[in-house]
């Protein structure tokens, strides 16, 4: 790990180690990267949906190749600490999960989640012992990298079908046994759910915004113990809902009033710093 790495690593950590909550954007190229840590974001994150649906795919549809590459475009993109989207480390077994943790360190990032979410639409959710298994691997991957890199490790069942919030802290208090650095569980579904997730660990705990009706304010988020917030496909579906709202315009009235609205090239080109 170079210095500048070692630099970013404990920029990012300290990050988490504040009293107030921040706010990780996730990025989908170098251009989107570039634009967010030059308006100020302290940290980027990937978004494994985000990078596919710039493919024309669907979340889950990467390779590990593929996501592995993106992370450095990401990574030599910007001064700011990187983060990364691993998904499931790209296999099941606890021992895709180191390599993939290794992989991923080489890139340059500052740290990446690994959930327990199998990708199976049958069984989506790893049973127990095999979650804690692969977490487990994961952070006895970090250890071996003799350098810092922060763990997230996520719970997913309330993106995948399983609403149950024991179950879920139950969990999220092993992966941190188990020396996750944060944690993580999407989709929780009010700030009362929030709070006794964070009240129930004490590690920090990133917060996901993206969904309608289960996305809360910073300070909300901060009161009820968040010390991460990061966006997941936000940011990229509003650019990309700007882009279809425009081209309605044009196909449906066959004017240019989105124009109007615009940020100038001027502008973005300020952002566009690393």
Not at 51 to 69: H, P, S, V
Request: net charge neutral; glycine share 8%.
């Amino acid at each position: 790990m170079t210095a500048t790495q070692r630099d970013k690593a404990a920029a990012f950590r300290s990050l988490h180690e504040q009293a107030r909550a921040f706010v990780i954007a996730n990025a989908w190229d170098a251009g989107s990267a570039m634009l967010l840590a030059g308006l100020g974001f302290p940290a980027i994150a990937t978004s494994s949906a985000a990078f596919a649906n710039t493919l024309g795919r669907q979340d889950g549809k990467i390779t590990r190749d593929e996501a592995l590459a993106h992370c450095k475009t990401l990574v030599d993109a910007v001064t700011v600490p990187v983060a990364a989207d691993l998904e499931n480390g790209f296999g099941h077994a606890p021992g895709h999960v180191a390599e993939t943790i290794r992989l991923a360190a080489q890139t340059g990032l500052a740290g990446g989640s690994i959930e327990d979410h199998t990708g199976d639409p049958t069984k989506p959710i790893y049973d127990f012992d095999q979650a804690v298994e692969r977490v487990t691997a994961a952070v006895e991957a970090v250890k071996s990298l003799g350098a810092p890199f922060m763990l997230t490790a996520r719970c997913e069942n309330f993106l995948h079908g399983h609403p149950d919030l024991d179950d879920t802290i139950k969990r999220l208090q092993a992966f941190e046994k188990a020396g996750a650095d944060v944690l993580f569980a999407p989709g929780l579904p009010d700030l009362k759910a929030v709070r006794a997730v964070c009240s129930s660990l004490s590690k920090p705990v990133n917060f996901m915004v993206g969904i309608p009706g289960r996305s809360f304010s910073v300070p909300e988020l901060q009161e009820a113990g968040v010390r991460r917030i990061s966006l997941a496909t936000s940011l990229h579906r509003a650019a990309m809902s700007g882009v279809y709202n425009a081209a309605r315009e044009i196909l449906d009235k066959g004017t240019f009033e989105f124009l109007n609205a615009l940020v100038s090239p001027k502008e973005l080109g300020k952002s566009l710093q690393k």
